[in-house]
């Protein structure tokens, strides 16, 4: 029997959205406001889902705690409180937009889950707009 | 790497649920409350979903500036503070939440150019939401 496990988090983290290979002028007209090289901040949430098989024993798809751990060392405690492009290596060299979020947390957290599969990461950066990332190509 | 974008917009408007297929009774027993000839409104949540592989040099699946200028101008301008009844949309069809979702799916389809639509979402009130995607398969 398949079940779909959702865990949420938030952290608060800021960023800036600037191509250097962009003129000056392309990265306003593309990037807008989030150009501003001093960066702005979101409280950012994150949902993580799992899948996997019930095991009968325990009745759990997941240990809660573990995957909790997992977000929180993965995720959180390198993104609470942080400005992405400065203190993320992976947005060293990319735009920390929404949809690179998601796909950057599904990279940290795919390899260190053991029991259950990931399924989907959704990131709201505001109430009004999130990214899912299904691991697809 | 193929990445799913949603964007969530609000508008308000009124409607009339009544079929003039049926008979007064019958629109009554199927419509109940919201069959009341002057009608009543909500506050529609609409949720735009759209998807295609992350453009390396901008990080992004599209520009939501674009995404919020089509909707504004196709969508919102057109629905918001209105009757749903009176428009041309609902000539022929009643403007159930079912119809109105299709309407504003096809509305997207056809328009939208700068990234594939993958489904629309929209909620009547907080207890109530109608999701319409076309042909395809809704991703879970």
């Known amino acids: 029997m398949m079940v779909y496990l959702t865990r949420k988090a938030e952290f608060s983290a800021s960023h800036s959205y600037h191509n250097p290979e962009f003129t000056p002028e392309e990265n306003r007209r593309i990037f807008g406001m989030c150009n501003n090289p001093n960066g702005h901040g979101h409280n950012y949430t994150l949902e993580v889902t799992v899948k996997g098989e019930v095991d009968p024993r325990s009745g759990f798809v997941v240990d809660l705690k573990q995957l909790k751990d997992i977000m929180h060392r993965e995720v959180l405690d390198a993104m609470d409180h942080r400005f992405l492009n400065k203190e993320v290596p992976e947005f060293f060299s990319q735009i920390p937009t929404t949809e690179n979020l998601a796909i950057v947390i599904w990279q940290r957290l795919a390899p260190k889950l053991k029991a259950a599969q990931l399924h989907r990461v959704r990131v709201y950066e505001t109430p009004d707009l999130f990214a899912d990332f299904y691991g697809e190509a | ?140």
């Open chain 2, 1 to 140: 790497m193929k990445t799913h974008l949603t964007r969530r917009y609000i508008f308000s408007a009124s409607h009339r649920l009544h079929s003039e297929e049926m008979p007064p009774d019958e629109n009554r027993a199927t419509y109940g409350k919201c069959n009341n000839p002057h009608g009543h409104g909500h506050n529609y949540a609409l949720e735009v979903t759209v998807s295609g592989p992350v453009e390396p040099s901008t990080g992004m699946v599209c520009n939501l500036v674009d995404l919020d200028g089509f909707v504004r101008r196709e969508i919102i301008e057109k629905f918001d503070l209105q009757n749903l009844n009176v428009l041309p949309e609902f000539a022929r069809s009643v403007p159930t939440t079912e119809n109105l979702c299709a309407v504003i799916y096809d509305i997207v389809q056809r328009g939208f150019r700068h990234a594939h639509l993958d489904k629309v979402r929209l909620e009547e009130t907080m207890m109530n939401s109608f999701e319409y995607a076309g042909d395809s398969e809704l991703l879970r």
